[in-house]
């Protein structure tokens, strides 16, 4: 070591922290005399340097303060302007390493301006740690330029760690980001494939969020190498998936087998039974990829299937609204409010009527028919009541000379024959099963008929 140094007599220009702070900014790793950048002695350097690795050697690290208390006195008689940005070509040069209350300090997670006053403030010199930098071994990079190249399909243009480790974890960040919004595509439709490797892949990419040293970050990236490079194998084919048009195939499929558990208790097609099971072996499974390409032409036979099945349920359905439409107008026929109420009630049944013809759920089919025959029970009480009202008036209008009669108007009751025989069948074996089916049915009209003036039984 050499010693004897007269104060500034390694550094030819001034120090500030604009100088500082230049120094910090520059990207090449290079210091040399450049448009009044102060010239370093190179074996000032290498004495702070070994000083502070002499401490790192014993597992201690060293303050600004104690660098300062060492190097101000003589021999050295360093100024404050000296150490502070000898420390700071050491730090940019990569060979010390900052922590400030067990917080590493890094080019990448700290800004400029905060380094520079760790270096310079007062009220930093004992809390300002350093030690050696231990350099990364090129097998340790060799693994994080592999990993960003499978992964992330990027190359690292720097040798310079702290910035590979900040592209790095830039990536890992974009990435965890886009698997983050992959999760809510999976709520919309659990069975999209991946969801394991979703999962999986977020757990890791969130370890490296955690890693703050550079030399952590490396050894922890390199000894997890192949959970890197088998997750970026396995996430080829979902990101694929959901990037491309096998989503919306998949999707549809979905969506057709969605129709078909909705109806498949009103259906009875072996046709479109082995359709549907194809389908599914396809969408249940853990890697479908390969076998997506079946499903538009699965797609198209279930439609065939299923198009058939439609048309042999919506006839019956279809003559059941318009037994209800002809039962309702019957009725309307010939009353005051026929007028303005004809066309109303025939656009309901209308609506009913257009929606069982457009209907691709037989599900859904099936219950137009319902919905008929509530819609006449309704309109048939609502005539019901709306003469009641009129032969009330009538009643009222009634000329003085007339003795008054007091009115009181006729009940009516609309029911279904459904609910009056409280069964949807009835199974018949002999002649008594027939006489008791009639018992009850005629006790359930008698108990109607003796609370209502009208019955009207509807079938």
């Known amino acids: 070591m050499q010693t004897g140094y007269h104060k500034l007599s390694y550094i030819d220009t001034p120090v500030d922290d604009t100088s500082i702070r230049k120094l910090l900014r520059k990207t090449d790793g290079q210091f040399s005399i450049a448009s009044g950048e102060p010239s370093v002695n190179a074996h000032a350097l290498e004495d702070v340097l070994s000083y502070i690795a002499g401490n790192s050697r014993v597992h201690t690290k060293t303050s600004m303060k104690a660098v300062k208390d060492r190097f101000m006195k003589a021999p050295y008689g360093f100024v404050d302007d000296d150490i502070h940005w000898l420390t700071a070509c050491l730090f940019k040069r990569g060979d010390l390493d900052f922590t400030v209350n067990g917080t590493a300090v890094t080019r990448i997670n700290t800004p400029v301006e905060d380094i520079i006053n760790f270096i310079t403030k007062k009220a930093f010199a004992d809390k300002l740690l350093m030690e050696e930098h231990t350099r990364v071994p090129e097998k340790e990079k060799k693994a994080i330029r592999e990993i960003m190249k499978e992964l992330f399909h990027a190359a690292s243009t720097t040798d310079d760690e702290d910035m590979q480790m900040q592209d790095f974890q830039r990536y890992c960040k974009n990435l965890l980001r886009n698997l983050e919004n992959l999760e809510s595509s999976y709520k919309t439709c659990p069975y999209y494939p991946g969801k394991k490797i979703v999962e999986s892949g977020k757990q890791l990419l969130r370890t490296v969020e955690q890693l703050q040293r550079p030399l952590e970050f490396f050894k922890t990236i390199s000894r997890k190498k192949d959970d890197f490079l088998d997750f970026a194998e396995d996430y080829e084919p979902v990101n694929a998936f959901f990037n491309g048009e096998q989503r919306e195939i998949f999707q549809r499929a979905v969506d ?20 549907v099971r194809q389908m599914r072996s396809i969408i249940q499974k853990e890697r479908p990829y390969r076998d997506i390409p079946r499903l538009p032409e699965l797609r ?9 099945v439609l048309q042999a349920e919506s006839a019956p359905v279809l003559d059941a609204i318009e ?24 656009s309901q049944f209308a609506e009913f009527r257009d929606g069982a013809k457009s209907c691709s759920n037989v599900s859904v089919l099936r219950s137009y ?6 819609l006449k029970i309704r309109l048939l009480n609502e005539m019901d009541k709306l003469d009641a009202e009129l032969a009330k008036k009538n009643e009222q209008n009634r000329t003085v000379e007339q003795k008054p009669v007091p009115y009181r108007p006729r009940k ?22 027939i006489e008791k089916v009639l018992d009850q049915l005629r006790k359930a009209l008698t108990a109607e008929l003796a609370e209502n003036d009208i019955v009207n039984v509807e079938f």
């Open 323 to 346: 037994q209800a439409k002809n039962r309702v107008m019957e009725n309307l026929s010939g009353k005051e409010y026929a007028a303005s109420k004809k066309e109303n009630y025939l």
């Open 256 to 275: 057709m087998l969605a129709i078909y558990d909705d109806s498949k208790t009103y259906i009875v097609d072996a046709e479109l039974e082995d359709t």
């Open 369 to 374: 028919k319902d919905k008929a025959d509530a």
């Open 412 to 433: 009516n009751r609309n029911v279904t024959i459904r609910n009056m025989a409280r069964t949807s069948s009835w199974r018949l074996e002999k002649p008594e099963d």
């Open 300 to 308: 198209e036979k279930f439609m065939s299937a299923y198009r058939k």
